[in-house]
């Protein structure tokens, strides 16, 4: 049994990532990781639009270092900027321009399958962890077959042969899609309306991407129903959401929305103790 640390989207922000990769020990410099902890960030390490976060270079040749170095103990998740800047579908709002050094790294890690589309944590009391990106909708779960956690995750790692597979929803077409993967699907109109009704998963989940909380405005984003409000509990010192998916199930986001306002200390962290990485569902080759 390990710790294990969650890091939602980093949104280009480097000297935050820094500090919270050292808040946990871990020397973003050396890419060391202290013995029994194990850290998974969630995507979106770069940002593809001008005055977020400035420095994308620099938080993927973090990520790389612990890839190289520790690779026994960092999961780096795929995010729907990564997939962006490697040619998947974009939208033409976003406005950028990641470096080229930036890009080969990135795409060595897609032809080594050192990031991942979806990793599981198995917990000692209670369903397996299922995590994403975006968050898993009920229709590309069952797409993937409607299976446990660790088969889910393993056919959304095979899934995409390109950056272009992957699907989008609202975000690029500007229509609801309960089809949007897990790198993309809107966690208010996309992620939480498609389980409604729907049989539960034998999993829970982890996401990052979006969050049905507002946390500079201190309420719900539109779009969520009052259903779905009353099933939620909202940690707003750790700035984590827990929602109930379904009866049985629930989704717990950590995106904190690094967006164009300035964003201070100290950074919160998701951090679960005794439990244990699925490695069939992230294994990573040392990079080169």
């Known amino acids: 049994m390990s710790t294990i640390a969650f890091i939602g989207d980093v949104g280009g922000h480097a000297r935050l990532y820094a500090d919270a990769l050292r808040s ?46 520790s690779p026994d103990q960092f999961v780096q998740l795929w995010g729907n900027h990564e997939i962006a800047a490697l040619g998947g579908p974009t939208r033409p709002a976003w406005i950028g321009e990641i470096p080229q050094e930036t890009c080969r790294t990135m795409w060595r890690w897609w032809t080594n399958r050192q990031a991942h589309s979806a990793c599981v944590v198995h917990t000692k009391n209670g369903n397996p962890l299922l995590v994403t990106h975006a968050g898993l909708t009920y229709d590309v779960w069952q797409h993937t077959g409607g299976g446990n956690a660790t088969a889910t995750a393993q056919a959304l790692n095979t899934t995409m042969r390109q950056p272009q597979d992957s699907h989008a929803g609202i975000l690029v077409h500007n229509q609801v899609d309960f089809s949007a993967d897990v790198l993309w699907a809107d966690a208010a109109q996309e992620l939480h309306p498609s389980w409604v009704g729907r049989e539960a998963a034998p999993f829970d989940q982890i996401h990052g991407h979006s969050s049905i909380w507002d946390w500079y405005d201190k309420k719900f984003v539109p779009h969520i129903p009052k259903t779905l409000q009353d099933n939620c509990a909202i940690d707003i010192e750790r700035m984590i959401t827990y929602a109930e998916l379904t009866p049985g199930n629930v989704a717990i986001g950590i995106d904190w929305v690094l967006n164009d306002r300035a964003t201070i200390g100290p950074w919160p962290l998701f951090v679960l103790n005794n439990v244990t990485l699925d490695t069939s569902t992230a294994l990573s080759t040392k990079a080169a």
């Open 24 to 69: 946990l020990g871990a020397n973003p410099t050396t890419g060391v990781i202290p013995h029994g902890l194990i850290i998974i960030q969630v995507g979106d390490l770069v940002r593809l639009a001008i005055r977020r976060g400035a420095f994308s270079d620099e938080c993927v040749a973090i990520s790389d270092r612990f890839l190289s170095h």
